[in-house]
């Protein structure tokens, strides 16, 4: 368990961490921080984003908890994943353990929030384009329209034994330093980035960047119905700011806010601003 939840913050609630089962062969890691008392508080289910560790997250975490139930769900490609034998890692695949965890905790219809960035937000609208799921609404951190994998990354990761994995990372780094990242305006992205890529499972990572660089959210936007606060960084040119207003216009009931850095968006301003839209929430689901 993430030494952060040791401290004294988290005091007041029950921290279990369990496996979800959502395949035969596949088994996730949930982080659940719930009020003790039986007091009945809308529950926030977190989708981080792809490799992502929970420590990037300690500051929303701790603005959450005085407000919601969360559930911290690490997804398939995470190291923390059990997965005997071959799955798929798709976009849709993400999903679908999505909707299987929101089953396996029982939450009451309208009285939950799917909450994700980067990957993790993507997959929530893949989840929700089925409308299996009724959350009261869903609270996205840069979604990833598509995954730029240029053509000779493909070629380079679909040829690489992810054994020599330590020799690619350098090459990965430099590249995300020089050409997807404004360290200008926010030189901890990647040092974030660099963390997680050293504690990520190459094999894992391979078959992701593969599976992943074939999808568009585009299709699926106008079958999303629940209201949608997206939060974007207008300086976070990873994150592609062009194509979150995009989604901002395709998408049916949506709400904007730009905290302008990669930095910003981890940090207690997404809950306040979280906090502003479940407020403006109506009874029939309008902002």
Sequence with gaps: METFLKDSVFAPYTIEE?????????????LSIVQH???????????????????????????????????????????????????????????????????????????FVLFGSSLGATAILEACSQQELQPRALILVAPNAVFRVPLYWRLIVRGFYPGWYALLKPVVKAYLKHFRLNVQADDQQFEKYSR????????????AVLAFARYQVWPILKDIEPPVLLVAASQDKLHEPQNLQRM????????????????????????????????????NGRV
């Design 196 to 207: 997680a890529l050293d504690a990520a499972d190459p094999w894992k990572l391979k078959k």
């Design 248 to 283: 901002y216009r395709e998408l049916l009931k949506a709400h904007w806010v730009d905290l302008e850095t990669n930095q910003a968006t981890h940090s207690k301003e997404v809950v306040k601003a979280m906090n502003r839209f479940m407020g403006a929430i109506d009874i």
């Design 37 to 111: 008392s039986s007091a009945r508080r809308p529950a926030v289910v977190f989708i981080p984003g792809w490799i992502t560790q929970m420590v990037a997250w300690r500051e929303v975490i701790t603005a959450m908890v005085p407000h919601y139930d969360v559930y911290y769900i690490e997804t398939r490609e995470k190291i923390s994943a059990m997965v005997d034998g071959k799955t798929a890692y798709t976009v849709q695949a993400i999903a679908r353990d999505i909707r299987e965890c929101v089953h396996h905790l029982e939450l009451s219809a309208d009285h």
């Design 18 to 30: 369990t496996m979800i089962t959502v395949q035969a062969n596949v088994r996730l890691r949930c």
